[in-house]
């Protein structure tokens, strides 16, 4: 049976979970969770698929998990891809992805959300500039850690790299540009030339 | 040799990985980080301890390792314990990892930090007030999950529970109060009475 992903195309936290089951070709199918219309804060989905009211949440036969750290964790459990040649880079990883969901997608996702799908009457000024300030900061520590590296942790693609990017491909403005991090650019684009990458759009249906 | 911490007593984030080296009985110290005078910010901290910026650091004669939630992981690698019971509650553990990182720490850390750290005069208000306000929902789902359960998952302590407590016990103000949640009260109650518990500031130095 296909591995289910409940999931929508604006989210970086669910295209995390999305494009490493793609590109290791898992069989999997997306199932549309409709958040733009409060799917994830009804009563049934918090009883029934995510008390944490979130998405993503994978299903795959009787393992039901979410966050998406966990879910890329579980992914190189099973494929034995993208978790790092041995186990520090492993450690390694963990280390990007956790950065990742506190630093990065913590805030990007959140200053992307308020500048783009909250009206623009209600959108909070002061917390975009607070926010984005801190992920100037941010962008800078990976632009340097990109530097003269192709991938996040040691030689090859791994869920670090899925999980730093998330947020970053994505069309609306949020104040990140790529022109402006060259090395986060380049390695943008190295993930982008994987056999199989696609679009958040593309990989997953949109609500908004 | 001991293993080393690079903490200060105020970092709830170095709190999650000094309490479970603490009841572990491992033996480790802790190395000052004068955070509030700007050490994580030096070049020197960025090249020779951590391009992240950020404490905790911690070294175990080759290994050094950063982010919180990687070094509990390798504190449970290392001793056996606070991992949970099979591999289901592992995933589990670390889902509560990030969730905490992402949600709960991420923010009460921020807000807390601002309220208490940051000149009065130069307190962004209106970012203090929408990260309280999600942070609401935050404890919300923790006291939920928490309403008749000893731990967050399964049956003993792991390390999400030192990862979701560590910002709780702290004095300073930030919008929380135990009192307003019965079941994370009992809850931070239940790892007080571990043997060997200390609060953050009798286990790491203060700097503020």
Redesign the interface.
């Known amino acids: 049976m296909a591995i289910e992903l409940h999931c929508f195309g604006e989210s970086g936290n669910a295209y995390k979970a999305a494009l490493p089951m793609e590109l290791a070709g898992l069989d999997w199918r997306p199932v549309f969770v409709d958040f733009f219309n409060g799917a994830t804060r009804t009563e049934a989905y918090r009883r029934d698929i995510n008390?944490?009211?979130e998405a993503p949440v994978m299903v795959d036969g009787d393992?039901t998990?979410?966050?998406?750290?966990?879910i890329q964790?579980?992914i190189v459990e099973k494929t034995g891809r993208f978790g790092g040649a041995d186990a520090?880079e492993a450690?390694e990883v963990?280390?990007w992805?956790?950065?990742d969901?506190?630093?990065l997608?913590?805030q990007a996702g959140t200053v992307r959300f308020l500048m783009n799908f909250v009206p623009e009457e209600k959108r909070?000024q002061?917390?975009i500039e607070?926010m984005q300030a801190r992920l100037r900061?941010v962008y800078d520590?990976l632009e340097?850690?990109l530097t003269g590296r192709d991938w996040i942790v040691g030689r090859d693609v791994t869920v670090a790299d899925f999980s730093c990017c998330s947020y970053l491909y994505y069309p609306e403005p949020f104040g990140f540009d790529r022109a402006d991090w060259p090395g986060i650019d380049r390695w943008l684009g190295n993930i982008q030339s994987l056999d199989g990458w696609k679009h958040p759009y593309d990989l997953m249906p949109r609500g908004g």
């Open positions: 008390a944490m009211g393992v998990l979410t966050q998406s750290g966990v964790q579980y520090a450690r963990l280390r992805q956790f950065w969901n506190h630093k997608s913590g909070p002061p917390v607070f900061s520590i340097t850690h």
